[in-house]
Each structure stands twice: as C-alpha cells, then as structure tokens.
C-alpha cells in the first residue's frame, strides 16, 4: 500500500509540474506576437524593452533555481522564456528607432549590470554554502515585484471604468499557471515557489474581478499590452 500510495503521489506531483510548465510556456511564448508585430512593421511603436528584459533576468534565476533543485518542470518553461526573450529583445533593438538605440542600450546594460550584481551576491557574498536559497529569495522577489506590476493597468481600469486595457486570456491563464504553481510547490515543499504564486493569483484574481466590475467599452480606443505578470507565473 505504501509503495501503491508513494507512486501516485509522485505521478500527481509530475503530472502538476507538467501541467503548470504548459501553462507557463504558453505565457512566455506571447512576446513572440509582438515581436513579429514589431518585424512587420520595423518600428516598436509603443512597446517598451523593460518588461522582456526583466523576464530574462527573471528566468534566467528560475532556470538557474531549477537547475540547483533539479528540477525539470522549473528547468525547461523558463529556459524557452530565456529563449523567447533573447528573440524579442534582438526584435526589438534591431527595429527601434536609431534616436532611442542609445537609451535601449543603457537599458540593456543595466540589465547586465544587476544579473551581474545578483551573480556576486549569490556565489561570492559570505557566507558561503546557500547559493540555492539566495537564488531562490532573489527568484521570489523578483517574481513578487513583477506580479504587483500591473497596478498601473488597475488604476486605469478603475479611473476609466473600462477593462478594455486588461488582455483578458493572458490573466486567465497567468491565474490558472498560478494555481498549478502553488500546487506544485505545496507538494514538492518549496516556500520560494509556493509563496509568489500564492501572491500572483491574488493580483490576477483582482484583475478578474475588475474585469467583471467594468466590462470592456471597445468605443475606447485601448492598446491592451503584455502584462508584467503574465511574464512571470513561476
């Protein structure tokens, strides 16, 4: 019975993993319609860089997590994220406008310049012997920060009374990603992967509700743009 007991547990523990990789996966493979967005029409528009650099960082440190856990349903969704975001980030500089290349690549160096600050910290800072639990804080503040990022959608949403600026289907699945994430790190025992998501759904269940408080007024001429947080369900 123990051994019966033990496998499925460990079949329903991968098949979660599985499930949420998917979902997440879907999730880090949406910049590529703004990339190809951005390809066609050789401009960036109003696109910032910031959201796909900060998904680089941030899966970047997930992979490099998941890598020290081994862990492969942590491994896999954040390596394509990397992936996708090297693609979007190479899009993007190689259509910006030639005036705002130099503020891109002050953008981007800064970028390195914290990953590299993280790196120092994380194998170099004493003591010594923990560099699994610091990238697993910095993974989790990293996350927490990126899922508290649309607040400035919700004010607009709220100010104009018009979810018109929420992607909808993103924050379905940004949620669903979430669950299966907090589920999966409530059976692996992991507080770094547990605690984020927990957060994360809250902000997506505040996105939903705002979404069936304000129905969408397609008279407002709205962009509705990647969320931040659908960047980041891990």
Same mark, same amino acid.
């Given at each position: 019975?123990?051994?019966? =007991? $033990?496998? !499925?547990?460990?079949? @329903?523990?991968?098949?979660?993993?599985? +499930?949420?990789?998917?979902?997440?996966? *879907?999730?880090?493979?949406?910049?590529?319609?703004?990339?190809?967005?951005?390809?066609?029409?050789?401009?960036?528009?109003?696109?910032?860089?910031?959201?796909?650099?900060?998904?680089?960082?941030?899966?970047?440190?997930?992979?490099?997590?998941?890598?020290?856990?081994?862990?492969?349903?942590?491994?896999?969704?954040?390596?394509?994220?990397?992936?996708?975001?090297?693609?979007?980030?190479?899009?993007?500089?190689?259509?910006?406008?030639?005036?705002?290349?130099?503020?891109?690549?002050?953008? =981007? $160096?800064? !970028?390195?310049?914290? @990953?590299?600050?993280?790196?120092?910290? +994380?194998?170099?800072?004493?003591?010594? *012997?923990?560099?699994?639990?610091?990238?697993?804080?910095?993974?989790?503040?990293?996350?927490?920060?990126?899922?508290?990022?649309?607040?400035?959608?919700?004010?607009?949403?709220?100010?104009?009374?018009?979810?018109?600026?929420?992607?909808?289907?993103?924050?379905?699945?940004?949620?669903?990603?979430?669950?299966?994430?907090?589920?999966?790190?409530?059976?692996?025992?992991?507080?770094?992967?547990?605690?984020?998501?927990?957060?994360?759904?809250?902000?997506?269940?505040?996105?939903?509700?705002?979404?069936?408080?304000?129905?969408?007024?397609?008279?407002?001429?709205?962009?509705?743009?990647?969320?931040?947080?659908?960047?980041?369900?891990?």
């Amino acid at each position: 019975f123990d051994v019966c =007991f $033990t496998f !499925c547990l460990t079949m @329903g523990k991968d098949l979660i993993g599985l +499930i949420a990789s998917a979902l997440t996966v *879907g999730l880090f493979t949406s910049p590529l319609k703004i990339a190809q967005e951005i390809r066609l029409n050789k401009a960036t528009g109003a696109y910032s860089v910031l959201p796909y650099l900060a998904m680089m960082l941030n899966c970047t440190f997930w992979a490099l997590y998941g890598y020290n856990i081994g862990d492969k349903a942590v491994i896999i969704p954040n390596l394509i994220g990397i992936s996708v975001a090297l693609l979007t980030l190479s899009t993007f500089y190689n259509n910006v406008q030639e005036e705002q290349k130099k503020a891109v690549r002050r953008q =981007f $160096t800064t !970028c390195g310049m914290l @990953g590299s600050a993280f790196l120092v910290w +994380i194998y170099l800072i004493p003591p010594w *012997g923990n560099s699994t639990g610091r990238i697993g804080l910095l993974g989790a503040v990293l996350s927490i920060s990126m899922f508290a990022s649309p607040f400035a959608t919700i004010r607009q949403v709220i100010a104009e009374k018009n979810s018109a600026s929420l992607p909808l289907p993103m924050v379905i699945m940004s949620a669903l990603a979430t669950i299966f994430w907090a589920w999966y790190g409530q059976m692996i025992g992991d507080a770094f992967v547990l605690v984020p998501n927990i957060l994360g759904l809250v902000f997506s269940g505040v996105q939903l509700t705002l979404a069936g408080l304000y129905p969408r007024k397609t008279s407002t001429a709205v962009r509705a743009t990647t969320p931040w947080n659908a960047l980041n369900t891990l």
